[in-house]
C-alpha cells in the first residue's frame, strides 16, 4: 500500500490519527482509533461504518512512516511532531525528500519534479491546468523511472490524481485560486518561503545566485538542480543550461521578492546572472545574488 492508494487518506486525517495516538500517551488499540475517527452512525437499529475509510487513513499513516502497526496496537513514530499541523506537514514533506526512487511513495515527488522539468522545457506551467487528467497521467507514468513494480503502486494514474495534489498542497508546493472551478497549480512559494526561514543562511547580506540555489537542492530536491529534478531532465532528454530556471522556482522567487521576503540582486548583464522564466512582464527576469531579510522567522 502507499499513500494515494485510497482517496480517505488525506493529510488532514492522517493529522488526526497521529493527535488520536499522541493524545493516549503514544499508543492506543487499532479498534479503539478505529472507533473514534469512524463511528459511524445508526439505520434501522444498526450501525453503519464505512470500514474501508479508517483502513485507508492508516495505510497512508504507515506508509509515511508516521504510524506503525504493532498486532492490536498502533504506535506513533516519536520523532513524529504532534504540536500543530504545519510541523507535521514539514515532517511529512522531508520523509518523502528522503526516500530513494526504488520506493513507492516517492511518486509523489518525483512527479512533481517532472512537472517542473517539463515546464522548463516549455517555459510555462499553462498546460498543466488545460491537459486532460488521463494525458497527463499517462505522460506523468511514462516519464517516471522504470523500476520493478510488482503491484502498480509506484506509477501515477488518474485515480491517484486527487490525493497527489492533496497531499502537494499540504506541503506547499501547489495551490488553486478561491472560487475556481479549474484545476489546482504547481505553486513552490509556501514551500520555499518556509524552506529559507528555517535555513542557516545569513540575513541581510548578499548570497551570489548559486550558492543560493546550491542550498535548496537537499531540502527541495525536486527543484531545479535537486536530484529528483535532475534525474527528471536526463530521462526526458531535456537540455537547459544550469542557469535557467523553471517557470515553477522563478515564480516562487518572484513572490518572495515581492512580499519583501527575499530581495533578488539585479546589476545588468552579469556572467553570475541567473534567468528566470514564466512571468515576461514581472520587472525582474535576471539576477546575479540573493538577499534574505532578517524580519524572516
Not at 31 to 38: F, G, H, P, R, T
Not at 70 to 93: Q, Y
Request: with cysteine; net charge negative.
Amino acid at each position: 500500500m502507499s499513500i494515494l492508494s485510497g482517496p480517505q487518506g488525506t493529510p488532514e486525517r492522517v493529522w488526526s490519527l497521529v493527535s488520536l495516538i499522541a493524545a493516549h500517551d503514544g499508543q492506543i488499540d487499532k479498534v479503539e482509533a478505529s472507533e473514534w475517527l469512524n463511528p459511524g452512525f445508526i439505520r434501522d437499529k444498526q450501525k453503519i461504518a464505512d470500514k474501508d475509510a479508517f483502513g485507508q487513513v492508516l495505510g497512508a499513516a504507515t506508509s509515511i512512516g508516521a504510524v506503525q502497526a504493532e498486532g492490536k496496537l498502533l504506535i506513533l513514530n516519536s520523532t513524529c511532531p504532534t504540536a500543530d499541523m504545519s510541523a507535521f506537514a514539514d515532517w511529512c514533506h522531508n520523509q518523502l525528500c528522503a526516500l530513494s526512487s526504488d520506493q513507492k511513495d516517492a511518486v509523489i515527488l518525483e512527479t512533481y519534479a517532472w512537472m517542473a522539468a517539463r515546464s522548463l522545457d516549455l517555459r510555462e506551467t499553462r498546460w498543466f491546468s488545460v491537459a486532460p487528467s488521463k494525458e497527463f497521467a499517462d505522460a506523468a507514468a511514462r516519464a517516471l523511472p522504470d523500476d520493478k513494480d510488482d503491484d502498480g503502486e509506484r506509477r501515477i494514474n488518474t485515480s491517484k490524481l486527487a490525493a497527489w495534489r492533496r497531499w502537494l498542497r499540504f506541503f506547499g508546493l501547489m495551490d488553486e485560486l478561491p472560487l475556481s472551478v479549474a484545476k489546482p497549480y504547481p505553486c513552490a512559494t509556501p514551500r520555499l518561503a518556509k524552506e529559507i526561514a528555517t535555513s542557516a543562511l545569513p540575513r541581510d547580506t548578499e548570497i551570489p545566485a548559486e550558492a543560493f540555489l546550491s542550498s535548496l537542492r537537499a531540502p527541495m530536491p525536486y527543484l531545479d538542480g535537486g536530484r529528483m529534478f535532475t534525474e527528471a531532465m536526463r530521462r526526458g532528454e531535456i537540455m537547459a543550461g544550469s542557469r535557467l530556471l523553471s517557470p515553477i522556482l522563478s515564480s516562487a522567487l518572484r513572490d518572495l521578492h515581492d512580499a519583501g521576503t527575499i530581495e533578488l540582486g539585479v546589476l545588468g548583464d552579469l556572467a553570475a546572472n541567473v534567468s528566470m522564466t514564466g512571468d515576461s512582464l514581472h520587472r525582474v527576469s535576471d539576477f546575479h545574488a540573493v538577499s534574505i531579510r532578517s524580519a524572516v522567522q
